[in-house]
């Protein structure tokens, strides 16, 4: 079954620390990876997506298939980017993670 | 264009009574999804449509649950009756191209159901 795994609810970090919001998925093809963010009380909107390897706002995601990864990254973080994070593998409909809340604090 | 729109935005409703949600995707955008987030499961997939014809509709929870897309432009989401564990968010989000790659989705600003 496809699936989408995001093993930390919570991740708290001080402003200017790293930040890795950690991302499994279980899939035997070519997955389609995504990032999506949700900001308090505001719509998901896409943060990036793997084909594109972009960094948005600072972050990174890197597809990592031999461990079946696609990991969020960010050097430094920001108190703006306090928000709910979602992983999400595209097959035909998006299978979301369960979420990773980060809280970056001053 | 104004995203995909949801309404309403916030319902408080009694049990047993019905809930109807409703969402105007995007236009232009064929692939229609509806979701239900909550703190413990997170983001669900309940059902989606493709052309108006819905594709997979396993994670609607139960019979409670129906959803319609009549034309492009509108779909319902209906609970009948309503129970205070359907209460959460309600998200609806459309794409344009279903079952393609890269498609991102766009996500309405949901419907939060309280149901007591």
């Known amino acids: 079954a496809q699936r989408v795994t995001q093993p930390e609810k919570l991740l708290s970090v001080f402003k200017g620390a790293p930040v890795e919001l950690k991302c499994n998925y279980s899939?035997?093809?070519?997955?389609?990876l995504f990032w999506y963010v949700q900001y308090s009380r505001q719509r998901l909107q896409l943060l990036l997506r793997?084909?594109s390897r972009e960094s948005i706002k600072g972050f990174t995601a890197d597809l990592n298939k031999g461990e079946t990864s696609f990991h969020l990254k960010k050097p430094f973080a920001q108190e703006e980017d306090s928000a709910m994070y979602y992983c999400?593998?595209?097959?035909?409909?998006?299978?979301f993670g369960q979420g990773t809340e980060l809280s970056v604090k001053p | 264009d104004a995203g995909v729109i949801q309404s309403p935005r916030h319902e408080v409703t009694e049990m047993g009574q019905e809930v109807t949600l409703r969402c105007k995707p995007i236009?232009?955008?064929?692939?229609l999804f509806w979701y239900r987030q909550t703190m413990m499961r997170g983001l669900e997939l309940l059902i989606y449509?493709?052309?108006?014809?819905?594709?997979?509709d396993s994670g609607m929870p139960e019979d409670r649950f129906s959803a319609k897309m009549p034309n492009a432009s509108f779909s319902t989401l209906k609970i009948q009756p309503s129970e205070p564990r359907d209460s959460a968010v309600y998200f609806c989000?459309?794409?344009?191209?279903?079952?393609?790659?890269?498609?991102?989705?766009?996500f309405g600003q949901g419907t939060r159901l309280t149901v007591v």
């Open positions: 989000a459309s794409s344009r191209k279903g079952g393609q790659m890269n498609s991102e989705a766009f």
């Open positions: 899939y035997s093809g070519s997955p389609e």
């Open positions: 793997h084909i």
């Open positions: 999400a593998l595209f097959r035909g409909k998006l299978i």
């Open positions: 236009s232009g955008h064929n692939s």
């Open positions: 449509f493709n052309n108006n014809v819905p594709i997979d």
